[in-house]
Nanobody, 126 residues
Framework: QVQLVESGGGLGQAGGSLKLSCAASGRSISTDDMAWFRRAPGKEREIVAAIKCFSGFTWYADSVKGRFTISVVNTNNTASLQMDSLKPEDTAVYYC???????????????????WGQGTQVTVSS
């Protein structure tokens, strides 16, 4: 079992930055895939970034590529999402999630994420 707790988020301005953190407990995530999802009002939940904790290999959705950076510190069992050049359309509830590590070809997929945080609100004003 893995418990995930997000922190960070809040109110940001367009063009500004925010950082989200996700603290994992219960077992090491060092061989897991970690991801950040978001759900905007009236929209489906979407995956925005993922990382293979062992290798550090990352994947990003086109909507955030070049602006968001996902990272993991295995010694701290913590994943982060640095969000730069924020846009109003980044407004959403953000969730971190973990799954047993799958083959790298599956990194862009959103299935099999078994463990979820409670979500943290990010609001970007124009």
């Amino acid at each position: 079992q893995v418990q995930l707790v997000e922190s960070g988020g809040g109110l940001g301005q367009a063009g500004g930055s925010l950082k989200l953190s996700c603290a994992a407990s219960g077992r090491s995530i060092s061989t897991d895939d970690m991801a950040w999802f978001r759900r905007a009002p009236g929209k489906e939940r979407e995956i925005v970034a993922a990382i293979k904790c062992f290798s550090g290999f990352t994947w990003y959705a086109d909507s955030v590529k070049g602006r968001f950076t996902i990272s993991v510190v295995n010694t701290n069992n913590t994943a982060s999402l640095q969000m730069d050049s924020l846009k109003p359309e980044d407004t959403a509830v953000y969730y971190c999630a973990a799954r047993i590590g799958l083959p790298i070809v599956a990194l862009a997929t959103n299935y099999a994420y078994e463990y979820w945080g409670q979500g943290t609100q990010v609001t970007v004003s124009s």
